[in-house]
C-alpha cells in the first residue's frame, strides 16, 4: 500500500538540531496516521511523536516534549521530525510508521502500524 523512506540522520553534538524526513510513495498518503520511533542498542522501540491523518493532531513523549515537533505535508506525501537541544540519550534508529486504519486518530502503540521505513541512524555525541 505504502513505501517509507527515512533520511536525515546523522552525528550531532549535543545540544544540536536534526531534521528527519519521511517519504512516502503509493496511494492515499492523506489517508495514514503516522508515527516516529526509535530504538536504542540494548532498548525496546519506542514511541517518540505521532501524527493523524491531518496534521490537526499530535502526541509526544515526554522524553522529547517540547524538544522535537512533527509535521506533515500531504501534498508531498512526506512526514518531518524537528530535533532540536538534542542530548545523548536521543541516539538511535528512528523509524517512521504508517497506518491506514485509525480514521483521523493517532497511535502510540507500534504493534498498530502496519508499514515502517527501514530506519535513520541519529547519533548525539556528548
Known amino acids: 500500500q505504502v513505501q517509507l523512506v527515512e533520511s536525515g540522520g546523522g552525528l550531532v553534538q549535543a545540544g544540536g538540531s536534526l531534521r528527519l524526513s519521511c517519504a512516502a510513495s503509493?496511494?492515499?498518503?492523506?489517508?495514514?496516521?503516522m508515527g516516529w520511533f526509535r530504538q536504542a542498542p540494548g532498548r525496546g522501540r519506542e514511541i517518540v511523536t505521532a501524527?493523524?491523518?491531518?496534521?490537526?493532531?499530535?502526541y509526544y513523549a515526554d522524553s522529547v516534549k517540547g524538544r522535537f515537533t512533527v509535521s506533515r505535508d500531504n501534498a508531498k506525501s512526506a512526514v518531518y521530525l524537528q530535533m532540536n537541544s538534542l542530548k545523548p540519550e536521543d541516539t538511535a534508529v528512528y523509524y517512521c510508521a504508517a497506518d491506514r486504519n485509525l480514521g483521523d486518530s493517532v497511535s502510540l502503540n507500534l504493534n498498530q502500524y502496519d508499514y515502517w521505513g527501514q530506519g535513520t541512524q541519529v547519533t548525539v555525541s556528548s
Open positions: 503509493g496511494r492515499s498518503f492523506s489517508n495514514y496516521a
Open positions: 501524527i493523524n491523518r491531518s496534521g490537526g493532531s499530535t
